[in-house]
């Protein structure tokens, strides 16, 4: 039975593409580059903030000197910016209050940096999440699955009591990694057909079909 939920953040709980793109335009403009459409950014993330900056640069630009000047303009307008037009998928807030309800254990594990991540958490569902990890300095990344077994730790449950949620092929991975089954959502940056080849136990197109797994 599961007892246990762990969410990805960014195009899973919040649609934040936006504020995203706007950050790493307002790195490429001050740097003297062309921009990226929005929506091509929703290629570029996933891997966490060095590779969304490594992407974004033209590829004869990908020194680590520019990189490391992109990464530090990204932060400072992130920073000030993260919750612009930043903001959850219908039927999330719905969908965790259910959840919350049942006694389901919830988390976020992101890719997202640490800081960034549990500020905008904060932010959009104040303490409803019992644990929250984004990425911090010398620890691995998604797919790595090294955040989700923490949590499952820190909740005391069996692999098998718990589901990992997110939107793209490295949620995925995450979850076999980590030995726990996963949930595709489609509402996200990458769709079904990733989501499907990459293997998912389910997809679902809606947050109640969550409660429904259960």
Known sequence: MINSIIFDL?????????????????ALTTLGYKTHEVEKYKTFVGNGRYKLVERMLPEDNRSVENIEKALELFDSYYEKHMIDMTKPYDGIMEMLDCLISKSINIAVVSNKPHEF????????????????????????????????????DEFKVNKDECLYVGDSEIDINTAKNAGVKSVGVEWGFRG????????????VNKPEQILEIL
């Open 10 to 26: 960014d195009g899973t709980l919040l649609n934040t593409i936006e504020d995203l793109a706007n950050a790493c335009n307002y």
């Open 117 to 152: 991540t549990t500020e905008v958490v904060k932010n959009y569902f104040g303490d409803r999440f019992e644990v929250v990890y984004g990425h911090k300095k010398n620890t691995k990344e998604k797919p790595d699955p090294w955040a989700v077994l923490e949590v499952i």
């Open 192 to 203: 079904k057909g990733e989501l499907e080849s990459a293997g998912a136990n389910y997809i």
